[in-house]
């Protein structure tokens, strides 16, 4: 994988985690509710562009993210 494509998706994690709490505040949800929706919304979103026919411009973005060497 391509050193700027991972440190890019890894900020881009850091912003989704920063907006998160902002939200469930705003929602009146825990926090890790929101966390795991955002978590769930961008693996399948992943997932769906990493399997669709419509495009494949985000496929090294998806693939970055399904990459990710977390167990």
């Known amino acids: 994988m391509d050193i700027v494509l991972i440190t890019t998706v890894i900020a ?3 912003l989704v985690i920063g907006a998160a709490e902002p939200l469930a505040a705003q929602l ?9 929706v955002l978590g769930l919304m ?27 060497p977390i167990r």
Request: zero cysteines.
């Open 12 to 14: 881009a994690l850091f």
């Open 28 to 36: 009146r949800l825990p926090y890790t509710v929101i966390l795991a």
């Open 42 to 68: 961008i693996g399948s979103g992943a997932l769906f562009f990493l399997h669709t026919e419509l495009t494949d411009a985000l496929n090294p973005v998806a693939e970055a993210i399904l990459g990710l």
